[in-house]
Structure formats: C-alpha cells, structure tokens
C-alpha cells in the first residue's frame, strides 16, 4: 500500500510543548537558503583557465647530477664507484680464464693485483693486458706460482705485502679439471687423483692459511674468495674433481666462521661449465684458448638460462664478493651457473 506524502509542516499547528524558535516563523513555508556569492576567481578560472605557473630556472649546464646538491665531474663520479680503490690483491691463476677476467676486472675497480700462476708467462701476458686497458685504477704484477708448493703461496702473499704494502684479498682461483672430459671415477689412475686434490684442495688449503696468517699480522681483517664449482653442490659427473671442489665449499664454510671475529670474510664462487677458458682444453698454448662454438652452444643448453658461463661472469661475482658490497657475506657458496643448481 502506497503511504500518503508526508504532509508540509505548514500544515499542522505548533505543537504545544514546545517553544517556537527564535530564528524561525512558527509555522509556514521554510524559508528560502541565501545562496553565498561565487568568488570571484571562480568565474575568472572558469572563463579563461587556471592562472600561467611561475616559469621555472633554467638548468645549469652539463655536467649536472639532478640528484646531488654539489655538481661533480664525470671523472669524480667514477671515483666514487670505484670498489677495490687502492686494495692489495693477490690471483692465483692468474694467467687464464677466470683468473684473468678478474684480473683486469678487479685493476679496473683499482686494485692492485698480483697475478700469480704456475704458467708464469700467462701470468706477465695478463699484467700487460692490465696496462692496456683503457681507464684501469689499477696495476698488475706477475708472480709465477704453484699453489701446491707452500713457499710459493708464501711469496705471492709476500709480493703483495712488499710491493702494495699489505695484502687485502686473497682469490685462491688456480684449479685442474677432470683429465679426460667425461672420465669415470675408476678409470682415475693414482697420481691423476692426486694431482687432482694437490692443486684443488691444497693449493685453496695453502691460499687460505697464507692469508688468514698475513690479515692476523697486520690487523684490520681481509678477505678471501676461492673458487668451488658446481660440481661440488651437486652429482655432475667428473666426480674425483666435483669431491675437490666439494672440500673446496666445505673449506670456505668452516674458515669463514672460524676467521668471522677477525673480521676476515670467506665465500666462494661456483661456476658451472665455462667453454671458453682453457679448462677443457689439455695442453692448451695460451692463456683462456677454449672450445669450439658450436660446443659452447651445446655447453649454454645445459643450463636454465641457455647462455654459457663466461670467466667474465665469475669475475664480476668475485668482485661483489672481494667489495665492502658484501661486507656482511661469510661463508656463501654463490653459484654462477645459469640457475643449473636451482632445477
Ligand atoms: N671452466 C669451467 O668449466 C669451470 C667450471 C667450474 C669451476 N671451474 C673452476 O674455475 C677455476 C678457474 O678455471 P678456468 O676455467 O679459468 O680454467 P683455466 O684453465 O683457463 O685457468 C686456470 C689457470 O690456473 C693455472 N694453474 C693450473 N695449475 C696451477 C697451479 N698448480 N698453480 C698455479 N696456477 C695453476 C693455469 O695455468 C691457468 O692459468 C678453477 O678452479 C676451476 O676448477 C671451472
């Protein structure tokens, strides 16, 4: 059922409780609302649009930084992204792959870089790179090397401390690889086994005690990269070497956290396959020869990503790694991998 409208109040009388207010008719018609005049912009913005804003100051003139209050050359902001500014580094490995990529990466991040290697004159053929590259901070120095041999370890670190005043990074990257690609762990003679774990768990062993002994004695903490691999992470094949790089992961683990209180950092690297360094190539002639192309296509497919590695690639990880960038980092085993472990 339809209600009835609600009548005006006109059309009742007061009632007799209540007082009539003051401001209004007892009863009749409410009263009409004064409208308030329009500002006066109001017709102004409407008819001609919102008033011109103030015209903004010109820009200074190049170079110019938008988010910095001083204006700084180009040649100062690079200063600025240094990250091995002034730091004492010794390579091991030096004269190939990995080793050189990081060599000439860490002199462009201005360190300075004892290259160190059994095949000394890939290790000077590196130096000489270092000094061509164009805007390098950094320098380099070769140092023949053989990470199986304690003195030599012992006078890599020396030839840091003597020529650039103390040693601040030690990079135990020199390791062999599987003699016979896709050899099986019983076809591994003796002196293949051991040559396999001299170089890759001694030399790493050696590199470390040389370096935690040297940071202790100048104080101030340090840092230490080695190099493991993915074959140490997980089952890959070539198994005599993946258990070498498997103590290479365990060493980094336990020395980071028995060296933390000294402030010394200790993580690893841990390339997957790399075809273009000289690791699978026996008896190469030059330092980072690698493999043909099309195998190194064939070697990208293995992994997620379907790029190979490129010592490049690890040298700019060893990078983060060696900087203040990852200050807070100890015992990490990074992969660098193409997300091969993740699958
Ligand atoms: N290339 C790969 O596929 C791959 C994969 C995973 C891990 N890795 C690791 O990366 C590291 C670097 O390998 P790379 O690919 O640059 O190989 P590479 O062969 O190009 O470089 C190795 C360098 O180590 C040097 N070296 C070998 N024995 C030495 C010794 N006893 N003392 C001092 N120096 C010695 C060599 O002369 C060479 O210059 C190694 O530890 C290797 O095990 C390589």
Same mark, same amino acid.
């Given at each position: 059922?339809?209600? *009835?409208?609600?009548?005006?109040?006109?059309?009742?009388?007061?009632?007799?409780?209540?007082?009539?207010?003051?401001?209004?008719?007892?009863?009749?018609?409410?009263?009409?609302?004064?409208? /308030?005049?329009?500002?006066?912009?109001?017709?102004?913005?409407?008819?001609? #649009?919102?008033?011109?804003?103030?015209?903004?100051?010109?820009? %200074?003139? %190049?170079?110019?930084?938008?988010?910095?209050?001083?204006?700084?050359?180009?040649?100062?902001?690079?200063?600025?992204?240094?990250?091995?500014?002034?730091?004492?580094? $010794?390579?091991? #490995?030096?004269?190939?792959?990995?080793?050189?990529?990081?060599?000439?990466?860490?002199?462009?991040?201005?360190?300075? $870089? $004892?290259? *160190?290697?059994?095949?000394?004159?890939?290790?000077?053929?590196?130096?000489?790179?270092?000094?061509?590259?164009?805007? *390098?901070?950094?320098?380099?120095?070769?140092?023949?090397?053989?990470?199986?041999?304690?003195?030599?370890?012992?006078?890599?670190?020396?030839?840091?401390?003597?020529?650039?005043?103390?040693?601040?990074?030690?990079?135990?990257?020199?390791?062999?690889?599987?003699?016979?690609?896709?050899?099986?762990?019983?076809?591994?003679?003796?002196?293949?086994?051991?040559?396999?774990?001299?170089?890759?768990?001694?030399?790493?062993?050696?590199?470390?005690?040389?370096?935690?002994?040297?940071?202790?004695?100048?104080?101030?903490?340090?840092?230490?990269?080695?190099?493991?691999?993915?074959?140490?992470?997980?089952?890959?094949?070539?198994?005599?070497?993946?258990?070498?790089?498997?103590? $290479?992961?365990?060493?980094?683990?336990?020395?980071?956290?028995?060296?933390?209180?000294?402030?010394?950092?200790?993580?690893?690297?841990?390339?997957?396959?790399?075809?273009?360094?000289?690791?699978?190539?026996? #008896?190469?002639?030059?330092?980072?020869?690698?493999?043909?192309?099309?195998?190194?296509?064939?070697?990208?497919?293995?992994?997620?990503? #379907? /790029?190979?590695?490129?010592?490049?690639?690890?040298? *700019?990880?060893?990078?983060?790694?060696?900087?203040?960038?990852?200050?807070?980092?100890?015992?990490?085993?990074? %992969?660098?991998?193409?997300?091969?472990?993740?699958?």
């Amino acid at each position: 059922m339809r209600r *009835a409208p609600t009548s005006h109040r006109a059309d009742h009388p007061p009632r007799p409780d209540r007082p009539p207010r003051p401001d209004r008719p007892p009863y009749g018609p409410r009263p009409t609302r004064q409208r /308030r005049a329009p500002h006066p912009h109001y017709r102004t913005t409407r008819a001609t #649009g919102p008033p011109a804003l103030p015209a903004l100051p010109a820009l %200074p003139a %190049p170079p110019y930084q938008p988010h910095r209050r001083t204006t700084r050359t180009a040649d100062q902001c690079w200063e600025k992204t240094v990250l091995l500014d002034g730091r004492s580094v $010794v390579i091991t #490995g030096a004269g190939s792959g990995v080793g050189r990529a990081s060599a000439l990466l860490f002199a462009a991040e201005g360190a300075q $870089v $004892v290259c *160190a290697d059994v095949r000394e004159d890939w290790a000077a053929e590196t130096v000489r790179l270092i000094a061509e590259q164009p805007g *390098a901070k950094g320098a380099g120095v070769a140092q023949r090397c053989d990470v199986t041999v304690p003195a030599d370890v012992d006078a890599a670190v020396a030839t840091a401390v003597g020529r650039f005043g103390r040693l601040d990074v030690m990079f135990n990257n020199a390791g062999i690889a599987t003699p016979v690609f896709g050899m099986r762990t019983e076809d591994h003679t003796l002196d293949q086994i051991e040559a396999l774990m001299a170089v890759n768990i001694r030399g790493v062993l050696l590199g470390c005690q040389a370096a935690v002994r040297q940071f202790r004695a100048q104080g101030g903490g340090g840092v230490i990269v080695n190099t493991g691999s993915v074959a140490g992470l997980v089952g890959w094949g070539g198994t005599v070497y993946g258990a070498t790089k498997g103590a $290479v992961n365990q060493l980094t683990r336990g020395v980071a956290v028995e060296c933390a209180a000294d402030d010394i950092r200790v993580n690893a690297i841990c390339p997957a396959a790399m075809p273009a360094t000289n690791f699978m190539v026996p #008896g190469a002639e030059a330092g980072s020869q690698g493999i043909g192309e099309e195998e190194a296509r064939a070697v990208g497919a293995s992994h997620p990503l #379907g /790029r190979p590695i490129t010592a490049e690639d690890c040298a *700019a990880a060893a990078l983060f790694l060696a900087s203040d960038a990852a200050r807070n980092i100890t015992g990490v085993l990074l %992969p660098v991998d193409g997300g091969f472990v993740a699958q």
